[in-house]
């Protein structure tokens, strides 16, 4: 009697996946740094190399890290026909290189162009979410903080930043989840009579959200305060900080060299 | 709050059409700069965009960066008292400077710039071209393709004017919406209660010997602790019991490091709040106790850096043994006081003050905690002082304390005031119509995905008119889920959830809910609007607003006031009162009495009592405690792990 209705996959964020792996016990600066420079590749040379030397990178972790299909959420469909939508101009402006499909000839340059930053951003967002789908949350913080060390010259307070993202990532959960109600809580109201100007209503709704959720992220601000004062401030913040060790020396190896590879073709 | 400003942000980046969302993330950080210095701003701005970059990648962290530049600027400028004027100024200097920061990116980064031109002119042209297809706008194709080809040959120009007409609009409209939300939150008491301690020297928070301590609050009339002279001797383990109004949390603020009003306390060195071999407190709020994100770094969580602590010893000690890997947001209530317990401990305090903090923890979590209480000055060498309204959880103290009620302070709890009549009940009868059915529900949270949960399992109940039904599980029995999937706010994976005989998700509003967090559900400003806002009427029916004030004991009076200044028994009887405006089919009640004091939890459960009997209101209830429950939910169903277990019959001989 049981029909399961086909339901969409959600999108997780920072919650890795189950099990673990060489991937799942990089220390987390690593694949922070990897990131990071990945981006910075992209961002300098968005050709098609750089795109399929990331796109492989990404693919080898995600084998290494036994990301199943699972994991990758169910694209809306509306985005979709967006996306198809919006490309269908692109056929219509021409320019080389051409192709000849019976009596018609169709240029590829803009429709080339707009499948280039597609792939850039589909890119960049599977190499993030190999970190998100791989690290636990309670090594970004202390991680973050050894990457962040050499600043200290500066005289930037590293570990009370880093202080400061623990207690921004524990916080997250109960903030979405807060905000999820709120939502809910506007769902079961039924239709609004409002009285004053109709262009306003709307901002007056989104104060009226805004001030419940501040409200609320405010009295847990102060109450998680007053836990801080009674532990007398910050200080340590992980019990086990994790040290990279030769596995992040190869995973980084790595990177450097595709990335040095891909710059070197494009330069020369 | 970055973790707000960042949860806004992706909600922004994920729904493109809702692009105005991603500008309201600017309002908290421009209250952030309102309200606090920059330095707090600048600790938001980083922890924000490492989350931010973590989840939506350079995109993200630009994204936040913005909401950083809105927000600071906004508020600064009104925490100085300035106006519009100046922030007009301060905005196009800024939007100035950003634009030019935005044309030298695109100037070094030579290969994005001609990718991204070449898409857009290629989305733009084709555009064009299909409407010059269109008979009679010929024109507008080959005109089109000549404005578009004079805006790249001009592109920093272009760029320069769109990115600062764009910033600069921003800024204008954060402004306005965070001076909207400034004049709300005005009203907002500051709740925190503990102040970092000024002076510095030797620790030692006991013998501690009090003489006539007397507290008032600052703005207050009356005396917040009558005089009070007691001793806390090394080693032994305290109770101080009272009524609400009569001093208990305020003892602890003084025993925390607060000066009296009047009166001495005389301490051998300093009360080392936090300190090693100081003072540590445990509180109320479990969630918000634990800081860490892992049991074990919970434990160590701002201890100085050269302290070693033995964390599994501690963790044995208070019962969570082997759990030093797990997720704080994995356990229930009672294991994360007992956690806050041994991360007092891992200070070695010579002073432990436990205040009320088995009053939002299920009975079972009750117990292990007062365990691990009980045996804290027997296997270390401090004082423990439990401050409690339970009688019951003082016997295993050496001594106990009990407050009595100051003067004057007895009014504020009241609640009632207008009585509640009480009528017999109309029994209710298997012949009533049946209101919510549950038809072998299933549910499964990420289904498909690595993470898939399963938190119902093929569960059937019928409702009647009328019923009051308990539905008792503890945490992580899938109560909650079964809360939303009644509302209609949830769909089940599997079967379905009637509503009269339609599935409940079609018909969102027609069965009430309120939440545990009352205020979440309270989103007018005052208690008037929030109700006709909550009920579907207009905001200047005054006589349905005071008609659905009675209604739940509420007097006419309370209408004009602002939410926040409401009590959590008053918040709670708001949202009723919304809910119950609009006659709702049936009302379910996710933990009603957690987080009031006795007397406020009494009066609800009366007045709720009342509605279910002589309004004939089906009521289910979600919670994990049984305590006064029977009256109001003849009928117990158990959830354990998302299966429901065959159902009791009440004590009474209503069946």
Redesign the interface.
């Known amino acids: 009697?049981?029909?399961?209705?086909a339901?969409r996959?959600?999108?997780?964020?920072?919650?890795p996946?189950?099990g673990t792996s060489p991937i799942h016990e990089l220390w987390a600066g690593t694949k922070l740094l990897a990131?990071f420079l990945i981006?910075v590749l992209l961002?300098?040379?968005?050709?098609w190399t750089a795109i399929g030397a990331v796109a492989a990178l990404v693919i080898l972790t995600a084998w290494l890290a036994r990301?199943?299909r699972?994991?990758v959420?169910t694209i809306p469909i509306w985005l979709v026909a967006l996306v198809i939508g919006?490309?269908?101009?692109?056929?219509?402006?021409?320019?080389p290189p051409f192709w000849h499909i019976g009596g018609l000839t169709i240029g590829f340059?803009?429709?080339l162009?707009?499948a280039?930053?597609t792939a850039?951003a589909a890119v960049?967002?599977g190499?993030?979410a190999m970190?998100?789908w791989t690290t636990?949350?309670?090594e970004?913080a202390p991680a973050?903080a050894v990457l962040g060390r050499p600043l200290k010259v500066l005289g930037i307070p590293v570990d009370?930043?880093a202080a400061?993202?623990?207690?921004?990532?524990?916080?997250?959960?109960?903030?979405?989840d807060?905000?999820r109600?709120?939502i809910?809580?506007?769902?079961?109201?039924?239709?609004?009579?409002r009285?004053g100007r109709r262009g306003f209503r709307w901002?007056t709704e989104?104060?009226?959200?805004?001030?419940?959720?501040?409200?609320?992220?405010?009295?847990?601000?102060?109450?998680?305060?007053?836990?801080?004062?009674?532990?007398?401030?910050?200080?340590?913040?992980?019990?086990?900080p994790a040290r990279p060790g030769l596995r992040d020396a190869i995973a980084l190896s790595l990177v450097i060299a595709v990335g040095t590879a891909v710059v070197l073709f494009e330069v020369l | 709050?970055?973790?707000?400003t960042?949860?806004m942000v992706?909600v922004g980046i994920?729904l493109p059409i809702f692009g105005?969302v991603q500008l309201?993330g600017a309002?908290?950080m421009g209250?952030l700069g309102y309200r606090y210095r920059v330095r707090v701003l600048l600790?938001?701005a980083?922890?924000?965009g490492?989350?931010a970059?973590?989840?939506?990648?350079?995109?993200g962290f630009i994204a936040m960066c913005q909401c950083v530049y809105i927000g600071g600027l906004t508020g600064v400028v009104r925490r100085r008292g300035h106006g519009m004027p100046l922030l007009t100024v301060l905005g196009v200097i800024c939007s100035a400077i950003i634009a030019a920061m935005a044309v030298g990116a695109l100037t070094l980064?030579h290969?994005?710039r001609t990718?991204?031109f070449?898409?857009l002119?290629?989305?733009l042209?084709?555009?064009f071209?299909?409407i010059g297809n269109i008979p009679h706008l010929e024109a507008v194709g080959v005109n089109a393709t000549n404005a578009i080809d004079f805006a790249m040959r001009n592109w920093m120009w272009f760029i320069g004017g769109i990115v600062f007409t764009f910033v600069l609009l921003n800024t204008m409209f954060g402004w306005w919406?965070l001076s909207?939300?400034i004049r709300?939150?005005a009203v907002?008491p500051?709740?925190?209660?503990?102040?970092?301690p000024a002076v510095a020297g030797a620790v030692g928070p006991v013998p501690a010997r009090l003489h006539d301590v007397r507290f008032r609050y600052p703005r207050s009339e009356s005396d917040a602790l009558a005089p009070l002279s007691m001793n806390i001797e090394v080693g032994e383990h305290v109770a101080i019991t009272g009524p609400n109004g009569s001093g208990k949390s305020t003892l602890m603020r003084i025993l925390?490091g607060r000066e009296p009003t009047s009166g001495q306390i005389e301490r051998p060195g300093s009360v080392?709040?936090?300190?090693i071999g100081?003072t540590?407190?445990?509180?109320q709020?479990p969630?918000?106790?634990?800081?860490?994100?892992?049991v074990?770094?919970d434990?160590?969580?701002?201890?100085?850096?050269d302290?070693e602590v033995d964390?599994d010893g501690l963790l044995r000690e208070v019962g969570l043994e082997g759990m030093?890997e797990h997720?704080?947001?994995s356990l229930s209530g009672g294991e994360l006081q007992r956690l806050?317990v041994a991360?007092?401990l891992a200070?070695e305090p010579a002073l432990l003050v436990a205040d009320e903090i088995t009053s939002m923890v299920d009975p079972q979590g009750r117990q292990d905690l007062l365990g691990v209480i009980s045996r804290l000055t027997a296997q270390h060498r401090m004082s423990l002082v439990h401050i409690t309204h339970f009688q019951s959880e003082a016997a295993a103290a050496d001594r106990g304390v009990a407050l009595r009620a100051v003067n004057g302070k007895t009014a504020r709890t009241a609640i009632q005031t207008v009585p509640v009549p009480t009528t017999t009940a109309a029994l209710p009868h298997a012949e009533s119509p049946v209101v919510l059915e549950f038809d072998?529900v299933?549910h499964?949270y990420?289904?498909?995905?690595?993470?898939?949960k399963t938190a119902l399992r093929?569960v059937s109940l019928t409702v009647h008119e009328g019923d009051g039904v308990l539905i008792h599980g503890g945490n992580g029995s899938g109560k909650s889920t079964f809360a939303?999937i009644a509302?209609g706010?949830t769909?089940p994976?599997?079967?379905q959830c009637l509503l009269d005989g339609k599935p409940v998700s079609d018909q969102?509003?027609a069965v009430?809910?309120s939440?545990q967090?009352a205020?979440?559900?309270?989103?007018?400003?005052r208690v008037d609007y929030e109700i006709?806002?909550?009920?579907?009427?207009?905001?200047?029916d005054t006589d349905r607003v005071v008609r659905a004030l009675a209604s739940v004991g509420l007097d006419a009076d309370l209408a004009k006031r602002p939410i926040?200044q409401l009590s959590g028994g008053q918040m709670r009887r708001v949202v009723l009162a919304g809910l119950l405006a609009?006659s709702p089919r049936a009302l379910i009640l996710d933990e009603p009495l957690a987080g009031l004091d006795a007397e406020s939890q009494a009066g609800l459960l009366r007045l709720l009592i009342d509605l279910r009997e002589r309004g004939r209101l089906t009521v289910v209830v979600i919670s994990h405690d049984f305590d006064g429950m029977q009256d109001l939910c003849p009928r117990t169903v158990h959830l354990q792990s998302g299966v429901l277990l065959p159902e009791s019959v009440g004590s009474g001989s209503r069946s």
């Not at chain 1, 961002?43 to 050709?47: D, G, K, R, S």
């Not at chain 1, 919006?86 to 320019?95: A, I, K, N, P």
């Not at chain 2, 990420?446 to 898939?452: L, N, Y």
Request: net charge positive.
């Open positions: 009697m049981t029909n399961t209705r339901q996959r959600p999108v997780v964020l920072l919650r996946v189950p990131v981006s961002t300098l040379f968005p050709t990301i199943p699972g994991a959420p919006g490309s269908l101009t692109v056929f219509f402006s021409g320019g340059h803009g429709v162009a707009v280039r930053t850039v960049l967002l190499t993030g970190v998100s636990n949350v309670s970004i973050v009370e930043r400061t993202l623990a207690l921004a990532l524990r916080s997250f959960p109960m903030l979405s807060e905000f109600m709120l809910a809580a506007r769902r079961l109201r039924p239709p609004q009579v009285d901002i989104v104060v009226d959200l805004l001030t419940a959720a501040i409200t609320a992220a405010l009295r847990r601000a102060s109450e998680m305060g007053d836990a801080i004062t009674a532990r007398g401030g910050t200080g340590q913040i992980a019990a086990h | 709050m970055s973790a707000l960042a949860a992706i994920t105005a309201l309002v908290p209250l600790a938001a980083v922890a924000g490492v989350i970059f973590l989840l939506a990648g350079l995109g980064l290969r994005m990718l991204l070449d898409a002119r290629a989305s042209e084709g555009l071209k299909m919406v909207r939300v709300r939150l907002i500051d709740v925190h209660q503990l102040d970092p925390a080392g709040l936090g300190a100081g540590a407190i445990v509180m709020h969630e918000s106790q634990v800081l860490g994100t892992k074990a770094d434990v160590v969580w701002g201890l100085p850096a302290h964390i030093g997720s704080t947001s806050a991360s007092a200070r072998s299933g499964e990420a289904s498909g995905t690595p993470w898939a093929d939303w509302a706010l769909k994976t599997t079967g969102v509003g009430a809910i939440f967090a205020r979440l559900q309270l989103l007018r400003s006709a806002s909550a009920a579907g009427f207009s905001r200047r926040d609009r």
